[in-house]
Structures are given as C-alpha cells and as structure tokens.
C-alpha cells in the first residue's frame, strides 16, 4: 500500500457517533441494517447502511458509539441515501464487526 502524509489523512474526517435508529435493509443486494446515527451538535444526524447483519441485530445496536467518516459524499444503496461509512474490522469468515471507543466519549469527538 502507499504512504500517505499526514496531511492526507487530516482529511479524512472519522468521527464517533451514537446510533439513534436502525432497521433491516432487506431490499439491500446483500444483507444490511440501517442506521440513523447522531453525531452531535457540528455534524447533525446522518443515516448509514452497513453490512453487518452477521454479527448484529438492529435492536442491539441503538445506544451504541461507532466510528465512521463523515466526510465522503453520499452514496445510494438502494432506495436508501447512506450519508456516512460506519467502520469495522472483518472477523476469520470477513464478516464485519463495528469499531467504537472502548468507553463513552462525547458525540462527535474525532478521531486523532
């Protein structure tokens, strides 16, 4: 892979968020759920759809902090306008599990 500067990555704006909503996305190519994610009061509520099914059932998921960039422009999955790409590392089999701060910290905060 090829380095980058420190100025490129200052530029990719990944911040923690507390998910708010999430729903299954059915309709979705492959299996995913989505998100309704507050980012507090600078960035605002924004929706995601993350494959994450594997691992995860919506009703799990309200309550808790996960990373994600914030600054790509939107994407249509479907039907549905993801806003920002949640994070996550792939388990042995590549299925997704989320990355978050080990703790609570404030919505929004960024990552350094």
């Known amino acids: ?47 995601s759809s993350a494959q994450i099914t594997e691992h995860y059932q919506p009703d799990m998921l309200v309550g808790r902090q996960v990373m994600a960039v914030v600054n790509f422009p939107p994407r249509q999955i479907g039907r549905f306008m993801s806003e920002v790409l949640v994070l996550g590392l792939p388990d042995e089999n590549g299925e997704i599990v989320l990355i978050g701060p080990g703790q609570d910290v404030p919505m929004g905060g960024r990552l350094m």
């Open 1 to 47: 892979m090829a380095e980058i500067s420190f100025d490129d990555f200052l530029k990719v704006d990944v911040r923690v968020g507390t998910v708010l909503r999430a729903e299954p996305y059915p309709e979705a190519r492959k299996p995913a759920i989505k998100l309704w994610i507050d980012f507090g009061a600078e960035i605002g509520e924004k929706k």
